[in-house]
């Protein structure tokens, strides 16, 4: 692809992908909020044009930017993806509404392909709603990215945009600062204190943050209209092997409380997804085994967050 529009392009997933997309040679616009905000050194790269836009006002992208006959959007950009304001009902419905007028935008500057970076807390939501469980208010997020990814591809079929789902699994590596499980376990283990973990007996699933833009990129330039694709290591396995992983290349006689926890969550067996799809539709296949993603994210943590 010639050219890109990234929005959430200053995010840890979102500045990934500007930085695959420069490699690739592909003119990058990238969509942040703000000057101000944490750009992640995007704004260096070749090819990358910083545009401020909020996301309440994606529907003026194309007359902020001038730039048309774009060949992808990669649409990243959600408020509320991490704490308190999952539970938001009002954040959550506004970002259904933005990604409608994300669609829209898209097709207005000449785009006609359209990806949604999707999440694997949808299929958790779906699961919980089945069962007779009362959800907890944090699941408003993962019903909005359902409500979100049903209305968007509708809007876009009817703009004639193609439209792709992207499914994130877990994405970690160097440049996290999220309250994520592998994020913060590792600090907690470099730092020598306990974590407690379930069992960690249900299936899971990693991929590193350079694989992970890779694929987005992938689907972005060779993904199949109303598919979706799931990105992640293409071999779940259960979680107290990662975590195992993650202990041993910290200290391997450090104590973990694997089974301190009662495991309340939702477990998913991995056949929810077409594993294969990424690969089948656009050759992409994840370059970095989860020891080695490990190993690196462990040295950038020690090196540029003095853990």
């Known amino acids: 692809m010639k050219k890109a529009i990234v929005t959430g392009a200053n995010g840890f997933v979102g500045s990934a992908l500007c930085r695959e997309l420069s490699a690739q040679g592909t003119e990058v616009i990238a ?75 898209c097709e207005a500057m000449g785009c006609g392909r359209f990806v949604f970076a999707s999440s694997i807390m949808e299929y958790e939501i779906d699961a919980v709603m089945k069962s007779d469980a009362t959800p907890g208010v944090n699941t408003i997020y993962s019903s909005a990215k359902v409500a979100a990814d049903y209305m968007a591809r509708t809007v876009a079929g ?58 987005f990129a992938a689907i972005g330039d060779r993904g199949t209209a109303n598919r979706t694709y799931y990105i992640g290591s293409l071999s779940p396995r259960p979680l107290k092997e990662f975590l195992l992983e993650m202990r041993d290349e910290v200290d391997p006689s450090l104590e973990i409380g694997l089974g301190d926890i009662p495991f309340a969550g ?42």
């Open 31 to 105: 969509v942040v909020r703000s000057r101000d905000s944490f750009l992640g050194g995007i704004e260096t790269l070749p090819g990358v044009r910083v545009v401020c836009c909020e996301l309440a006002d994606i529907s003026r992208l194309p007359q902020i930017v001038e730039v048309r006959d774009v060949g992808v959007m990669f649409h990243l950009a959600w408020t509320g993806s991490a704490g308190p304001l999952r539970a938001d009902d009002g954040v959550q419905l506004d970002n259904v509404r933005f990604a409608c007028d994300a669609v829209r935008a």
């Open 158 to 215: 009817a703009h004639g945009v193609a439209y792709i789902r992207a499914v994130i699994s877990n994405i970690y590596g160097p440049g996290e600062r999220s309250p994520r499980l592998v994020n913060t376990s590792l600090r907690k283990m470099l730092r020598g204190e306990r974590c407690s973990f379930s069992a960690g007996e249900q299936m899971y699933d990693f991929i590193y943050i350079d694989d992970a833009a890779k694929a």
């Open 266 to 307: 939702v477990s998913l067996t991995y056949r929810e997804f077409d594993i294969q799809a990424v690969k089948n539709d656009t050759g992409f296949c994840p370059e970095t085994d989860f020891r080695t993603g490990i190993r690196q994210t462990i040295k950038w943590i020690k090196e540029k967050e003095n853990v």
